[in-house]
RNA sequence: CGGGGCGUAGCGCAGUCCGGUUAGCGCGCCUGCUUUGGGAGCAGGAAGUCGAGAGUUCGAAUCUCUCCGCCCCGACCA
């Protein structure tokens, strides 16, 4: 049935490039560790960005845009950012055929051109809060790459607050990741963990990160979209200070927030079967194809003026397509939408028409139904919701099956390797005993949650006290 | 950076070990006819500086050397 696509069981990432290739959503490009990203694919980040867009606006965020090369001292400033990212960072030294007296780094992230800007921008309270977003494109120089999960370039947000009280940063820190697990669970159909990153994995420059983290079908876990309290790090390293309204001058307080193009990868990951891709109704570019049978050109006719009639009060209500192309067959046509995860097929042909029904069909569970034409205005929008719902639901259970309780050391790695997932663990909260951890299991602490329950124990790898469990998992 | 693989038509590959006419195959593409409810059939056709350079040889996709690039697996990371 899907051919070129190899089983999920047989290999795992062989599978996730299939997936890519067979959708058309991205190929590698000529430079290593860099993607073109297809129509399709870049269809499904613009219903991303839509969607995400209008939730920072609705949050009170505009966006503005900041440019792409950064003077090399200005990453030197705030000293935790530079280390971790000078390494990973490209750098032009020439320009208009000369040596720059000073070279420029592509943006890795936006930090530092931004505070060094709104420097010039707050001298009062009155210039606060600034809630300022913008979509780019940034270089990471990393070493190993995966389309869509982590390439070279890729496509994000992020957002970059000032404030003028510590309490503000904060609240706003949190407000963002939790528009993050917003968007993950009501459009990406994902359930997140939501919680706070350990010192060694937070941002580099960050008083707190804040991260979701979504579980994949082979049980790793996808750091999904993060939210830092930049406390006023960035604000010293920058010199940005403001008035408050006693006239006592401090340093301004900060925020940044992303998600990238990564989130397409998490997507697939979650939803995507052995036939090809599965995307949620409502992230998806195109919610229903038609696909009309036909054997002569009269019968063809007949059909499109037909099935014109049928989808006439269709629009506005979700996109749908008719595949009338003359030169593909039906069957090649079920396949190349199943392929590309279009959540919803309706097949009509001669007999559907003498019996006034349509075959649809659902591309997550592949079942089909025959449904009288008149009652498809109405149902498909529900049986999208029923998808969106479904899939959520998929992939809850799945996470649910796949997340455990340890508390034997040894048994925990046994198991962290075999079946692998989630793992809630008692941890003393010592970086000794977290970089043992990811030594011995090269499974990782992804976060410790908000909303964890406090429950005395002893940490699972030196016996010391541990009042809550924290998340750990092998990772992307 | 370590380990593995690859580079021959748009894509996937064979041919390379053991040099020898005009470099093949599948898919795709173009034309025509027949087809059309799960990847259609037949006939005809177009398409290649064999990753690059140098060398050996009467003769190199094939042997030698050098270089370049990409992919996969690991160490760094959204």
Not at 434 to 459: M, W
Request: with cysteine; hydrophobic share 40%.
């Amino acid at each position: 049935m899907a051919k070129g696509i190899t089983k999920r069981a047989e290999d795992y990432s062989r599978w996730y490039l299939d997936v890519v290739a067979a959708a058309e959503l991205a190929e590698h490009s000529p430079v290593k560790g860099c993607m073109v990203i297809k129509p399709n694919g870049y269809a499904l980040w613009e219903k991303i960005q839509a969607t995400l867009d209008k939730m920072f606006k609705d949050t009170g965020h505009v966006n503005a845009y900041f440019p792409l090369f950064i003077p090399e001292s200005f990453l030197k400033k705030e000293a935790e950012h530079v280390e971790g990212f000078a390494p990973e960072c490209a750098v032009v030294t020439h320009g208009g055929g000369k040596k720059l007296e000073e070279p420029m780094v592509i943006r890795p992230t936006s930090e530092t051109i931004i505070w060094s800007t709104y420097k010039k921008w707050i001298q009062s309270y009155r210039d606060l809060p600034i809630l300022i977003n913008q979509w780019a494109n940034v270089v990471r120089w990393e070493m190993r790459t995966r389309l869509f999960l982590r390439t070279t370039e890729f496509l994000w947000q992020e957002g970059h607050t000032a404030h003028a009280t510590a309490e503000e940063a904060e609240q706003e820190t949190m407000q963002m990741i939790n528009v993050y697990r917003r968007f993950a669970e009501e459009y990406l159909a994902a359930p997140v963990f939501v919680g706070v990153k350990t010192e060694s994995e937070k941002f580099a420059g960050a008083v707190r990160t804040y991260s979701i983290e979504a579980m994949m079908q082979d049980g790793k876990a996808l750091q999904s979209g993060t939210s830092h309290n930049l406390g006023q790090n960035f604000a010293k390293a920058f010199d940005v200070t403001f008035q408050d309204e006693n006239g006592k001058l401090d340093y301004v307080w900060a925020t940044s927030w992303g998600v990238s193009t990564r989130l397409i990868g998490a997507l697939i990951m979650i939803h995507s079967d052995d036939n090809g891709l599965v995307i949620p109704p409502r992230l998806a570019p195109l919610q229903v194809v038609v696909v009309p049978i036909w054997r002569s050109d009269e019968e063809k006719q007949k059909l499109l003026s037909h099935v014109e009639k049928i989808t006439g009060d269709w629009k506005d209500r979700f996109s749908f397509k008719v595949d009338d192309r003359d030169n593909y067959r039906p069957g090649w046509k079920f396949n190349e939408w199943e392929k590309r995860g279009v959540p919803i097929r309706i097949e009509i042909g001669p007999k559907d028409l003498e019996n006034d029904q349509v075959v649809v069909v659902r591309r997550d569970t592949g079942e089909k139904s025959f449904i009288p034409q008149g009652q498809l205005v109405e149902l498909l929008p529900r049986l999208l919701d029923q998808i969106q719902q479904d899939l959520y639901d998929r992939a809850k259970k799945m996470r649910e099956e796949n997340t455990f309780y340890a508390d034997d050391w040894n048994s925990f790695v046994k198991r962290i390797d075999d079946p692998g997932g989630f793992y809630w663990l008692h941890w003393c909260g010592s970086d000794a005993c977290e970089a043992q951890l990811a030594e011995q299991t090269k499974a990782t602490i992804r976060l410790i949650p908000f909303d964890g329950e406090k429950e005395s124990g002893k940490c699972v790898l030196c016996g010391a006290d541990s009042d809550r469990r924290v998340l750990v998992a092998k990772s992307y």
